[in-house]
């Protein structure tokens, strides 16, 4: 059996503990809300970063098409961007999959080591996968820092109408 179909045999359980490894990234009672409750509309975040985890994992798995990368790793990275999370703990999540990996198939690496070879080129293309996620995380950075700016700046102009003063005078 190759890592690809052991993975994907293996897909609901890695992905799931991926997921709540992902989880126990936020405080105790947002990680137990994110957890339980399901709905899209009622937990986005949770959902959100559900279909991202899942998404990447598939990516990873069947095509490690770089563009179906990046779209699933900004499903998850754009939140966590935003919710302030340095770049370290912003990207851990990525990471926390080679753990997983190696406990879900621990049995299987102890007695084929062709598969222990795959595994091994797998976390290193996880390894790239990282350094993607980090020119993500600083493009959602720059995004929402270039939208603080014009926010202020589209207040200033708002208050200097009022108050009758020209931009161009200042």
Not at 55 to 67: C, H, I, N, T, Y
Not at 78 to 87: K, L, N, V, W, Y
Not at 107 to 122: M, S
Not at 123 to 133: F, I, K, P, Y
Request: proline share 2%; glycine share 4%.
């Amino acid at each position: 059996m190759n890592l690809t179909d052991l993975l994907t045999q293996k897909k609901s359980i890695i992905t799931d503990k991926w997921l709540k490894l992902v989880f126990q990234s936020y405080p105790p009672e947002t990680a137990i809300f994110l957890r339980k409750e399901k709905d899209h509309f009622d937990n986005p975040v949770g959902y959100r970063l559900s279909e991202g985890v899942k998404g990447l994992f598939d990516a990873l798995v069947r095509d490690l098409e770089s563009e179906r990368v990046q779209f699933f790793l900004d499903e998850i990275i754009r939140i966590r961007a935003i919710q302030e999370f340095r770049p370290s703990q912003a990207l851990a999540f990525i990471f926390l999959l080679k753990n997983v990996i190696r406990e879900e198939c621990a049995r299987e690496l102890r007695t084929d080591k062709g598969l222990a070879a795959e595994v091994a080129e797998f976390e290193s293309r996880l390894d790239g996968v990282a350094l993607l996620g980090f020119d993500v995380y600083t493009q959602r950075r720059e995004k929402l820092h270039e939208i603080r700016v014009n926010e202020v700046k589209s207040r200033v102009s708002a208050f200097l109408r009022k108050s009758g003063i020209s931009s161009n005078s200042l």
